[in-house]
């Protein structure tokens, strides 16, 4: 019998199909460079990593002292994103970023492979929820995947159609080029930083 909840990106079932099978082609396998830089200039943040896959970075910035906390709505994606944050597994939980409340105010919300991960029509209620989370003055950086394919996911996004999601919430404060991108987002992702109005 087919099972559709795998066909479906909104569902845990899909991306649990996934991680169980070892298909994780946007799995970096370790933490990106622009995000290193970012962190090494920045005092410790208030941080969710929602849809946080394996989740490499919570270990790498818990490691550093900051408050993270990594989330992801696949119970298979879970289990990987333990296993990588080691020491740190407790701060990897499952829950879904439509729901999921903080324990105290986030100063940061890290964005890869997420907003990307979803169908194209849930985009602003991803932003509406990026800007739930944050209060004026926080922040959402992370990496942005521009691309026109219509199959998906993931979902690229065009540059007008990325501000005109953000603009009414966020102004953007860093817009750099990513220079260790892994092949499914060569050449079309970019490292920005939007501050929350
Ligand atoms: C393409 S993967 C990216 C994983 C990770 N961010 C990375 O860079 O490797 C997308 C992840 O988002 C998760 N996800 C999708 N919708 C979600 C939701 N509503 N709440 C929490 N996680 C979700 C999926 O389970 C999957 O692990």
Redesign the pocket.
């Known amino acids: 019998m087919v099972d559709f909840a795998q066909r479906d ?2 569902s ?1 079932a ?3 199909e ?2 169980e099978r070892n298909f ?1 082609p ?3 396998g370790g933490v990106p460079q622009a995000l290193r830089e970012f962190a090494a200039a920045s005092a410790p943040l208030a941080t969710l ?9 919570l270990a790498f910035l818990a490691d550093a002292g900051w408050d993270a906390v990594a ?4 119970p298979a ?1 879970v289990v990987a994103g333990k296993a990588a944050a080691g020491a740190h597994a407790a701060r990897v939980v499952e ?4 729901s ?1 409340q903080p324990a105290q105010p986030l100063q940061l919300i890290y964005e ?3 907003l ?3 169908p194209r029509a849930m985009r602003p209620q991803v932003a509406a929820r990026w800007a739930a989370l944050l209060a004026p003055g926080a922040l959402l950086a992370g ?1 942005f995947f521009f691309d026109e394919a219509p199959k998906g ?2 979902f690229g996004i065009g540059r007008s159609e990325l501000q005109a999601l953000l603009e009414g919430d966020f102004e953007c404060i860093a817009d750099d080029a990513v220079s260790d991108s892994i092949p499914v987002f060569e050449g079309k992702e970019r490292w920005m930083v939007w501050r929350r109005r």
């Open positions: 990106p909104m845990p899909f991306w649990d996934r991680f994780t946007w799995d970096k990593i929602p849809g946080c896959g394996s989740a490499y970075e989330i992801d709505f696949s994606a829950a879904d970023f439509f999921w890869r492979a997420f990307c991960a979803l990496y996911p993931p």
